[in-house]
């Protein structure tokens, strides 16, 4: 594999950067989720497809580690998965079984917030399984998660997937039901990857907004805050270039005496800045976000640009860019919320993942985006990792067992029933498969279209260009079910 | 998935036998290999297709597991490939790879007796690498076997080819180079689950004599002993008569007092048997072989039957069945080795495998082959692996991780680029895959072929069938290359 190269240009800047202020913090690769978990207000105008009472909630009993026989191999854990029967026509008619692979999360918000199963289920007569992913929610394998992290990796979440599914049809005697696997974000990556790794399992994927292509050296480091700056230059290019000038401003303010005061004060931090890197950091974390969920109808890059531009001719750019922050958030009566910025992920563990196998080397140079140069380095990332964990990631092991580079030459005489969904609003598309890679292995994607948007659950305010997604994406669907119960017939008769 | 269901019929008798005199043997599972381990006569007809000086042995630093992240998980172990370049085109021509996936011996007796790889890579200008399996020959992880044995599956033995192949094309700057994964036997599931696990990795594979199908409750219990009584009743009605009558008469003469010494004097045994099985399971695996291995010129079948008919008329049972054991070996002193023919295998490590996930219920019943009962208990057998290694073995996992129920429909439409090659005298063809199962996952049999025939070294003897079995492969193969090479040109077209 060919090593990362940089432009020598800005690698001495960043150089500089890297062992200066923030040698301490570790690299910020943009989260993964169906949805922004940091703003309720995202999800504010969507509204369940289902009523909680229809949901039964099981424990299966789940094996710590599936690819070893070592004593603590054979360990139990209970891993949690969610049913709704409402609308299944049976296993003794086949019907359809629709899985959400949980991902990096508790499962709760993903059933909430993923319209896709329960919209779907009744027209396909489906039952719904929701399974949460090992280490997460309520399915923690016993005792303080560091003694078992070690069986914490997609290799093991995936056949735990396969574990309860084919437990589940089993038990439900509903052994020629077709099962289709659903994930948006990481749990997408993981829908695809069950596919390839599963096909007697799962006869088809939807795979939303999966950057399985983010790994090694397949795409361009930054590839992910290049979007987010197409967005802010097609929003407007006002505001595209006042953010794009605004570090720099930032970081002159913060090298004069009582400097990292007075941008405390002007961006009413609720704790004094203790570096100009806290607040960049913080601006690049919303303006990731904003492009990420970039979702009708209230499209916040369009807000946040709202805010900077609206502010009344001579404001200067630092008033413009605290008016973006003010647009951007709700009821705040204080901003920039300190140091646990720097901590990695609300719920800790997705951390562990990065640092583990899910080493996504995400970053940008120095003008190659609106944002302040910020590549990603290996050596400095493993260092944090192994400070923080005491193992290093391997950064070569999702391509070593899932593939990924020249995945059209690999998989167009492979593989069937893959959708690969996105829209290019989203960093994150930049990595996603967005050509056919066969007949059934295909991309289907909306140029408008944010994170994982074709999984949300349906708004009567959704644009058209949505809706034409989700019908493709349900006739994929379907198509691949007529195909399996044509086959089962056909085969029957001999 | 449905419990193995025994005809009350003989599970009374089957219990009767299990509980007393061979309570204490483990179940014996026929060996899988390439060729026929026990006897070197098997072989003395072949010739090397290469000179020893070809060879170039490597160690890899292979990583002990692949799919956690322990501490322990980190350590490195060598791992020994073996590498013959005399007529690869190279990495700059994308001239192919054939890769040989070592099975459960030492690499060395397959470097040696497998032909196909040597005879082929000179017309399709290949590399030729052979790759130890993990825990075999000189590939055993550091210390004691036992302390690591847990990470010994096949799981981790098919990500360290992985592992392995990433790193010879980079190494060897040959990163178009397609590869084509070969293997026998327990090495023909391996290559076959390769590339369904691997696409990325390996462009088809040669399953040569692959029973991927008996796991679980896919086939019957008794198809192997049901082919071995086939292969013997097709080659001598009365050798198959004699035999069927032999093992009540064997324990006849046991029960009487003096028994087992009258026995032990007319088989001639090295050590006094101390039971009547010893005998029995003796010559089980001595007809097992011979119809396992029972290839041209030779056909030990053919010889076996020719020492038990041949002996004068009048000749009881047991004498018939003595010339038989004579006319099978060579140059023996003395027969049925006393009780290690309990043990279960010459190289210890495949009992590891069969008890943890290799678990293939083969075994027979009462009146359904032409031999004594001994059905597959799951039970016992897992009390027995208990008691050897300390863990049970996992029955479902194979199926679980690699498929093999209605495999027809899974693989369809679905996979490409796989020959599963059998010959229908090997009794483990059964589980072989026999039907097309798509275009490019294909059935390629010989209806007097034995185990892994279609690998060995050919030898100017060789019947037509054979050579046409060959050459049907190879034009197969040299089929995915044509159009691999086709996409690679068309893609870079674009």
């Not at 150089?15 to 993964?32: G, Q």
């Not at 369940?48 to 094996?63: K, M, R, S």
């Not at 480091?221 to 794009?244: H, L, P, W």
């Not at 493993?382 to 580079?405: L, Q």
Request: proline letters at 6%.
């Amino acid at each position: 594999m060919k090593s990362i190269a940089f432009s020598s240009g800005w690698l001495s800047l960043s150089l500089i950067i890297l062992l200066t202020s923030v040698s301490a913090v570790p690299h910020n690769i943009p989260k993964l989720s169906v949805f922004d978990r940091t703003s309720l207000r995202d999800l504010s105008d969507t509204t369940p497809a289902f009523v909680w009472e229809d949901l039964e909630t099981y424990f299966y009993n789940q094996t710590l580690d599936h690819f070893n026989y070592n004593p603590q191999s054979y360990a139990i854990f209970k891993q949690r998965y969610v049913i709704n029967s409402k609308y299944w026509g049976g296993g003794n008619k086949s019907a359809p079984i629709f899985v959400y692979l949980g991902a990096e999360a508790p499962i709760d918000g993903d059933i909430q917030f993923t319209g896709f199963l329960p919209e779907n289920a009744p027209n396909f007569k489906a039952l719904i399984v929701y399974i949460e992913h090992r280490f997460y929610g309520q399915s923690v394998p016993f005792g303080p998660v560091k003694e078992n992290q070690g069986y914490f990796s997609s290799a093991q979440a995936i056949a735990d997937y396969a574990a309860v599914i084919l437990y589940l049809k089993e038990k439900l005697s509903a052994h020629y039901s077709p099962v289709i696997v659903i994930g948006g974000s990481y749990g997408g990556m993981l829908a695809s990857w069950f596919r390839l790794k599963y096909p007697h399992v799962a006869l088809g994927a939807l795979a939303s907004s999966a950057p399985i292509l983010y790994f090694d050296d397949i795409i361009p480091q930054n590839g992910y805050y290049s979007i987010v700056s197409k967005d802010f230059k097609e929003a407007s290019e006002s505001c595209y270039e006042t953010i794009k000038q605004s570090w720099s401003v930032i970081d002159e303010v913060a090298s004069q005496p009582n400097g990292l005061s007075t941008l405390s004060q002007r961006f009413n931090t609720c704790y004094p800045l203790s570096d100009s890197f806290e607040l960049k950091d913080y601006l690049d974390g919303l303006y990731s976000r904003a492009a990420q969920y970039d979702r009708p109808p209230r499209y916040p890059v369009t807000v946040v640009c709202g805010g900077i531009d609206g502010a009344p001719n001579g404001t200067d750019i630092l008033s413009r860019i605290f008016a973006g922050v003010v647009a951007a958030t709700v009821n705040r009566s204080c901003y920039v919320n300190g140091h646990h910025n720097y901590s990695r992920d609300p719920y800790g563990d997705w951390d562990w993942q990065t640092c583990s196998e899910m080493v996504m080397p995400i970053g940008r140079g120095s003008n190659d985006t609106m944002f302040f140069a910020w590549p990603f380095n290996l050596t400095s990332f493993t260092e944090d990792c192994v400070r923080s964990f005491g193992v290093p990631p391997r950064p070569h092991w999702v391509t070593t067992y899932y593939g990924g580079h020249d995945i059209k030459a690999v998989l167009q005489r492979f593989a069937s029933n893959i959708i690969f969904s996105n829209g290019l609003r989203d960093p994150y598309s930049c990595a996603g498969v967005l050509q056919d890679i066969s007949e059934s292995v295909v991309a289907v994607y909306t140029v408008n279209g944010s994170h994982c948007l074709d999984i949300l659950p349906t708004n009567k305010s959704d644009p058209q260009w949505l809706t034409d997604q989700r019908n493709t994406e349900v006739k994929i669907i379907q198509g691949w079910i007529d195909q399996y119960y044509a086959d089962l017939l056909s085969s029957s008769k001999h």
